[in-house]
Every structure is written in C-alpha cells, then in structure tokens.
C-alpha cells in the first residue's frame, strides 16, 4: 500500500479491550519530515506492540519495553497498539521488566505468524481497515488471560488518581502487600520500580497541565514538587529537555 502521510494519530479500543488498551495508534510521515528537531518520545509507563508498514522494514514487528529514557523516531510508517500500565503482563505471561529498555522482535512471542500478520497490515488500503484486523486479532486472546491481580489494580489505580504524588509505603498499606513485596509486582507487571512510575504519572500529568497555569513556580507547586528548580530537574531528567525545550519543540 502507499504510505498514508497523516501524522500520528490515536484510536480508542472496543469497550471489552479497554481495561487492558490505552489505544490503538498509527504515524506516518513524509521522510524528509522526520528531523532530529522533532519531540522525543518520553517514557510513559507503557509497553506497545508495533507494526512497520515499509516493505522493506526488516524488523516487520516489535515489542516496545518500558522506556527508562527518552527516544527519538526515525521510521516513518507505522501502527501499534499500546498497552495500559500494567496490563501487557497477562499478554506476554512473563514478568515484563525483562523487556524494560529493550526493542524486541515480536516473533520472540508470536513465531511466524507474527511476519504473516504484518504483510496482512501492510495489504490493507485504509487505517480503518488495520486498526480492524488488529481489533479482532487481539480480542481472540482475551479468552486465554490471567485476571490481574487485584491488588496490583488497586495500587494503579491509586497511583493515577493521585497524579503519582502517593508515597509507595501508602500504596503498600492500602494493598496488604509488603514494600518489597508491592516492588516486585510492580516490576513484573509494569517493568518499572514504583518510585520511578510515580515520576512518569506526574510528568504525564505535568504535560497536560502546563498550558493551563501562568508560571512554572505554580506548577511545581501544584504538582508536589519542592520548588520550580526541582521540577525542572525532574523533568529534564525524563524528558532530555528543559520544559521550554520541549514545549518549543515542533
């Protein structure tokens, strides 16, 4: 098929996905636009399986880990389906910090038919039509996962109502589970230690704030921080950039 230059778009799963799907996405781009000046891709506390819709890709598909840092695209046709935090672990069935950091071929979990599947995504002639074929892929496995444990969906929860500002002992109090106990679930299921997914929920939160206050300094406030020099650390320090970097970035 011919590249469908429409940027990067997002698509909302069917209803009985959606505990398990944040979306379905899709990015396509003319070449000589995909540029260094772009925004990175900043850790968000998911996993994605994606697609490279080039014929000549040679890596057809991949497992995205929990990013640690941010990244910078270069390919320029693409459709994926992101995870929620947390919830790739009963796809995968196998403790999910062991993706952390990591792109990993896609065959590794679904053999061939995971090259079949991707020259399929490739034949199809519109979006609708992909994200389609990958609706019904993905709601066949429904029947063959392991519930969440509830505990692990209590202690999400608290940590995206709370904007990643609840301390991690709290959290452990609210569950029943020891700290060290609650870390390595959270490892397991999420790739990323809790401490360090608090940070990713408040940045998350941040970037959706931020161009609703007036100042930095009552941002930082807002969100939990110390002060405004701590936030820009913080956020730096996920990011690659400062905040005016990243908000001037195109």
């Not at 270069?74 to 952390?100: C, D, E, Q, W």
């Not at 996962?145 to 709290?170: C, D, F, H, Y």
Request: one cysteine or more; proline letters at 5%; aromatic letters at 12%.
């Amino acid at each position: 098929m011919t590249a469908i230059i429409d940027g990067y778009k997002e698509y909302i799963p069917p209803v009985h996905l959606q505990l398990y799907l944040d979306c379905y996405w899709s990015y396509a781009a003319d070449p000589a636009t995909v540029s260094l000046n772009k925004k990175p891709i900043i850790p968000d506390g998911c996993i994605d399986i994606i697609f490279d819709l080039n014929h000549t890709a040679t890596l057809k598909s991949f497992v995205v880990g929990a990013m640690t840092r941010p990244i910078l695209n270069t390919k320029t046709n693409l459709i994926g389906l992101r995870f929620k935090s947390g919830m790739a672990y009963p796809f995968f069935k196998i403790p999910v910090h062991a993706l952390t950091g990591l792109f990993v071929d896609y065959v590794e979990f679904a053999g061939q038919e995971a090259n079949r599947f991707s020259n399929q995504l490739i034949e199809l002639e519109s979006r609708e039509d992909q994200i389609f074929l990958l609706n019904n892929k993905f709601v066949k496995k429904l029947s063959n996962l392991n519930p969440v444990e509830p505990q692990m969906l209590r202690a999400l929860s608290l940590m995206q109502s709370t904007g990643g500002k609840i301390p991690i002992k709290q959290i452990s109090v609210e569950v029943g589970w020891s700290r060290q106990h609650f870390t390595r679930k959270c490892l397991n299921y999420t790739g990323l230690a809790p401490k360090f997914l608090n940070r990713i929920i408040r940045l998350k939160k941040i970037l959706n704030k931020a161009e609703k206050f007036s100042s930095w300094s009552q941002l930082s406030v807002d969100m939990g921080f110390h002060d405004q020099s701590h936030m820009i650390n913080d956020f730096k320090g996920m990011t690659g950039l400062t905040p005016i970097q990243f908000f001037s970035r195109s």
